[in-house]
């Protein structure tokens, strides 16, 4: 399967995904190497990209596209 056609999955797995789902989730993770805080503030900074993430993918899976994901501290 192409990187284009793991879209759609990955656009329907975030769909039901919420605040709610971001806490509990949080709160089951370790930090070993994480070099932020774990706190509300942070969680709040991670939660704000969720709605944006959650209209990106369909875009994307509706024009064939293959998205590329990264992250930086």
Do not use: C
């Not at 190497?33 to 991670?46: K, R, S, V």
């Amino acid at each position: 399967m192409s990187p284009a056609e793991q879209v759609p999955a990955v656009a329907d797995a975030l769909e039901p995904l919420d605040g709610k789902w971001l806490r509990e989730r949080y709160a089951t993770l370790t930090f070993d190497a994480y070099q932020g805080t774990a706190d509300a503030e942070d969680i709040a900074y991670t939660q704000a990209f969720l709605p944006g993430l959650k209209q990106f993918h369909p875009a994307a899976a509706r024009e064939g596209r293959a998205v590329i994901f990264t992250v930086g501290q």
